[in-house]
């Protein structure tokens, strides 16, 4: 059996009607696929997009893309995605760019980073997406931790990726650009390339992806995913959003994250359907709705921030007729948002998990439509052997009791798992133990089979979309000379699902107040990008820890709730980033 056929399998698996009959074939399927040996080759964009995509469905549309702002929209079939994706590898290859090498992309949601993302894969470069709230501070460390070889970028962050390639003297082989600057190539002299492009000869288990990640302990991880488990692995996702061939999917996501990798890209391009981009720099609920029913968006993923919005909105306005799908990933989903959706729109919100480190892995089937239990996030996909236990690493199996999500790695290693923490063999070892792997995140299994998500097993912030480490925050306010100390937590939030505070403790000759709050928040926002920075400070003498000396962060999550639980009004030393006109960008001239 080649390559193709598996993916032929999924297309039309995702077409049946039948949903009992859809998931037994599911299960046969992930089955036969966790014990096949893989090929040692294996070039998703040569064999899948071109080998079968290009050649059964080249005129197909394959990407749209929009401003929700200027309403300007493009779209690319199969064959002409193709030829631009092979007229980047062509300039990079040019360049001295070359297998093995890797690519930064910090760009917004423009067609360049899928062109860019779809030459990596068939050049076998290591892409490395870069969120565009990167700051000069945070660039330094991951072109220190990761020499960057190719660079495209948007023409208003050139200045700060070359302030940070200057102080880590770094000379990459070729910085490409939106736009012009002296020194940068532009990304229009790209079209004077050729249009087909040889691929590279990538084995299945060659690096082709690295995405640096939070973590509680330490500065950003950087998780490696392979020519295999990305995108073989998201045949999981594929099933998981239900996309069909004739479907057009969006995904609102930004590139820098692996949910747009797998949301924007592999869910809907592994099975010929058609992918879809709408670049925004502030999230305008009305003008985003008006888009996807103006581009007939029939499968919709947000994140739960996103949801909450549009179900405030009035959506009388909007034809949601062409909408098959609805699908949220990021946090746990109030039950009330999907119930107001379904009255909206007449679609169930189907919530699914996942991580960096992995592909989908549990949600709410497509079987699932009228069997989901608000709140829950489903069940297991079929690719992962999931469990839960508990502290000591043993199975739960009384129903309704919390544990950790590991995924078991006796029977079989799921193709989408990642393959390692590049460089962090100790930090490998902490969440490979016992043939599990720990995913740091806990949950339990009601008496029916749902799983209902309990919170993170670490100390990772889930802020809107965005993960933010602790330590990276707590690194910043420790910064400034009036801070003897500091822990940082996420705190609950009714929009957001968490707030990062900081608790901070000063030197003996400073006072709390009002002035030195606003100093902090100032400072942070030097240093940190905007969705890692504190929206509240609060001033305290001393913090939890245990007998070594660490943070009892959970302590102060808890404190926190059990605060907002009981409405406890007490007399703190506490500020909220709000509450100051002086941060705001309107006040600013």
């Known amino acids: ?214 973590g509680t302990t330490g500065l950003p ?46 869910g809907p391009l592994n099975v010929g359907a ?8 502030v999230l305008d609920g009305d003008k985003y709705l008006k888009m996807i029913t103006t581009h007939k968006i029939s499968t919709f993923c947000a994140p739960p921030t996103a949801w909450r919005m549009f179900i405030n909105l009035d959506t009388s306005k909007f034809d949601f007729s062409n909408l098959r799908q609805s699908i949220g990933a990021g946090e746990p989903l109030n039950p009330e948002v999907i119930t107001r959706w379904k009255a909206l729109t007449g679609t169930e919100i189907r919530d699914f998990y996942g991580q960096t480190e992995s592909t989908a892995m549990i949600g709410n089937h497509p079987w ?12 297991p996909s079929f690719m992962y052997d999931v469990a839960l236990v508990d502290d000591e690493g043993k199975e739960l199996t009384v129903p309704n009791e919390p544990g950790h999500i590991v995924v078991k790695l006796d029977k079989w290693r799921s193709i989408g798992l990642f393959t390692e923490y590049i460089g962090a063999p100790e930090k490998m070892a902490s969440v490979f133990m016992n043939n599990y792997y720990y995913t740091g995140d806990r949950a339990s299994i009601d008496e029916d089979g749902y799983w209902w998500f309990v919170g993170r097993s670490d100390d990772v912030i889930k802020s809107s979309d965005f993960r933010i480490g602790p330590f990276e925050v707590e690194s910043a306010i420790l910064e400034h000379p009036a801070v003897a100390e500091s822990a940082i937590v996420g705190v609950p939030d009714e929009k957001r699902h968490q707030l990062v505070k900081a608790f901070v403790i000063l030197k003996q000759n400073q006072k709390p107040s009002r002035e030195l709050a606003l100093e902090l928040f100032q400072h942070t926002i030097k240093i940190l990008a905007k969705f890692k920075i504190p929206r509240i400070i609060e001033f305290v003498p001393q913090v939890p820890k245990t007998l070594s000396g660490k943070i009892r962060r959970v302590e102060l999550r808890q404190q926190e709730i059990d605060r907002q639980e009981k409405g406890d009004q007490s007399e703190k030393q506490e500020y909220f980033y709000s509450d100051f006109p002086e941060l705001s960008s309107k006040s600013k001239k």
């Not at 058609?274 to 720099?281: E, I, Q, S, Y």
Request: hydrophobic letters at 35%; charged letters at 25%; proline letters at 4%.
């Open 221 to 266: 991880k950087r998780v490696g995913h392979t020519a295999t488990s990305y995108p073989l692995g998201h045949l999981s996702t594929s099933v998981m959003t239900g996309i069909q061939t004739g479907d057009i999917h969006h995904n609102l996501g930004a590139p820098g994250w692996a949910k747009w990798a797998w949301s924007s890209f592999f």
């Open 274 to 281: 058609t992918a879809t981009g709408f670049n925004f720099t």
């Open 368 to 379: 699932m439509n009228g069997k989901m239990k608000s709140g829950s996030f489903g069940h």
């Open 1 to 214: 059996m080649g390559m193709a056929d598996l993916y032929r399998e999924v297309m039309d698996l995702n077409m049946m009607d039948d949903n009992d009959q859809k998931k037994d074939v599911a299960k046969a399927f992930f089955e036969k696929l966790n014990y096949m040996k893989l090929p040692e080759y294996f070039n998703w964009a040569d064999e899948i997009f071109e080998g079968l995509h290009v050649k059964e469905r080249g005129d197909k549309k394959a990407f749209i893309w929009a401003d929700i702002n200027t309403e300007e929209s493009k779209s690319y079939t199969y064959r002409e995605f193709a030829a631009q994706g092979n007229q980047c590898l062509n300039g990079l290859r040019k360049a001295g760019v070359k297998k093995g090498d890797n690519m930064y992309m910090m760009v917004p949601i423009v067609p360049e980073t899928w062109f860019t993302s779809y030459a990596s894969i068939k050049g076998g470069l290591v892409a490395v997406p870069t969120a565009t709230t990167m700051t000069e501070r945070e660039l330094e460390f991951r072109f220190q931790t990761y020499p960057p070889d190719s660079i495209l970028a948007e023409e208003i962050y050139t200045d700060i990726i070359d302030a940070a390639l200057k102080t880590t003297q770094m000379t990459p082989k070729i910085k490409l650009v939106r736009g012009k600057k002296a020194g940068w190539t532009s990304y229009t002299e790209l079209a004077k390339e050729p249009v087909e492009a040889e691929p590279a000869k990538t084995k299945s288990n060659d690096l082709l992806f690295c995405f640096f990640t939070s």
